[in-house]
């Protein structure tokens, strides 16, 4: 059964560069069936999808973070990794990661979340 | 951005009880629905997909029905571990935007 663990300082100086692993365990990373998420939710608030990578590299990141965020994957550690840079009180949050796997219904292709790290919580603050 | 609406933000229910959650996008997603619940303290669990496709190990008193902007989350009869905070999020266009959320506590 595939896990996630997330990982990375709990406190970030503004400015500075916010730096969270996920570690995969039960699978590979490299299967070439799944993309790698990343979600935050600030506390008591909603969930922001932040992005995501696929093995071979590639990414789609949320246009409003788009030139801050770094995703990155390590096969040989089986993690993938997240950079957010010049850091403000309002990226404090809990962050996850997820699987993203590719669901068939009636031949259309559904993106689904379904296996999630259990969140590691970054504050912001000097 | 497709932005997702949810009604009612929260409601309270007794055990027993049939609920639904309605969510809505400000365009046509087709079927591309999500839906997910969440515990304090907890990451988000998925529920629903494609809009009415239930995942594997989720209860059958859960359902989804909907498509183009509105859809609905059934539960048909509330069980004491279904409270928690219910999400829909939009995966028909990138950012894959999120509901803002139901909280469902009990009465």
């Known amino acids: 059964q595939v896990q996630l663990q997330e990982s990375g300082p709990g406190l970030v100086k503004p400015s500075q560069t916010l730096s969270l692993t996920c570690t995969v365990s039960?699978?590979?990373?490299?299967?070439?069936?799944?993309?790698w998420s990343w979600i935050r939710q600030p506390a008591g608030k909603g969930l922001e999808w932040i992005g995501r990578?696929?093995?071979?590299?590639?990414?789609n990141y949320h246009p409003s973070l788009r030139s801050r965020v770094t995703m990155s994957v390590d096969t040989s550690k089986n993690q993938f990794s997240l950079k957010l840079s010049s850091v403000t009180a309002a990226d404090t949050a809990v962050y996850y990661c997820a699987r993203t796997i590719q669901r068939i219904v009636s031949s259309h292709y559904y993106y689904v979340m379904d296996v999630w790290g259990q969140g590691t919580t970054v504050t912001v603050s000097s | 951005d497709i932005q997702m609406t949810q009604s009612p933000s929260s409601l309270s229910a007794s055990v027993g009880d049939r609920v639904t959650i309605t969510c809505r996008a400000s365009q046509n997603i087709t079927t591309y629905l999500n839906w997910y619940h969440q515990k304090p303290g907890k990451a988000p669990k998925l529920l629903i997909y494609a809009a009415s496709s239930l995942q594997s190990g989720v209860p059958s008193r859960f359902s989804g029905s909907g498509s183009g902007t509105d859809f609905t989350l059934t539960i048909s009869s509330l069980q004491p571990e279904d409270f928690a905070t219910y999400y829909c999020?939009?995966?028909?266009?990138?950012?894959?935007?999120f509901g803002p959320g139901t909280k469902v506590d009990i009465k």
């Open positions: 999020q939009q995966i028909s266009s990138i950012p894959f935007t």
């Open positions: 990578i696929f093995t071979s590299g590639s990414t």
């Open positions: 039960g699978g590979s990373i490299s299967s070439g069936r799944y993309y």
